[in-house]
């Protein structure tokens, strides 16, 4: 199975192959494959080293995009709230692990995804952009093929990739709003984080929604893309994640944070976005 991209030189820019795709917005790192595993061809002639690109230039680009080793496909059902011939958006529920570990080499989104694309006759690798915690629901994104894969993690290197939360924290927030600025880095557990200065910039953006009796509904902007970012900066401030034992919360039906909206860009200049609803349990 081969991933394929045709791009007509819209403009004279008498440039290399690999200088023009940077222009384009793809990564060092599938540049580098292309190099090495791609076959590439000018007007239909295979291309050679020192060939400039010029306006109307046709450039095909086949790259290996086979299913993902070591990954076991699996059939049971999930929510998928959006799907092109580029990309997948899942609403994952609480309690699922998104890629195999360790720890959870089964009963994965990737494992299901697998299973599938296997289905849909796809044959290709599954590729999430970024993660969420078993604890946390809502939407995550998938590249179908290596060249959105490389377009879109370079947008979320850029920040051009907009992720907002929802979260219910204990307590009362006085403040409408604010800004985290902490450095999140990893202790001596190994599977907790803090707030460290050896850690590295997390910035998370808040909004208060509604306060209730005991507890608040936050709206959360990333400013990065930390692992547990937002429960360790909430839980520093006083007001832990509802259920979030690990970072100091009492016990609730689950850790109350959900990936509710996501705006992606797309190769043609335009933005996809996507919205998941607030959760039932959300709704006091």
Known sequence: ???KRD?????EVRSYVWQYLKRLGYSRTLIRKIKNQGMVFVNGMRWEPGVSLYEGDRVEILLPNGPSLGVEPEYWPFEIVYED?????VNKESGIVVHPTKGYGFGTLVNALAGYYEKQGYGRAVRPLHR????T???ILFAKDPFVDSFLSNAMEQGEIIREYYALVEGQVAVSEGVIDLPVGRGEE?????????GKDSVTRFRVIKR????????LNLGSGRGHQIRVHLSHIGHPILGDVLYGAKEWQRVALHAFRLVFPRENGEAE???????VEFRF
């Open 132 to 135: 969420l915690d078993k604890e």
């Open 7 to 11: 791009i007509i030189i819209e403009y």
């Open 190 to 198: 190994p599977y907790k984080r803090y707030v460290t200065e050896s």
């Open 273 to 279: 976005e996507i919205v998941s609803p607030l959760p």
């Open 85 to 89: 011939e580029d990309v997948l958006v």
């Open 1 to 3: 199975m081969w991933a």
């Open 137 to 139: 629901s809502g939407l």
């Open 212 to 219: 209730y009796e005991n507890c608040t509904l936050l709206l």
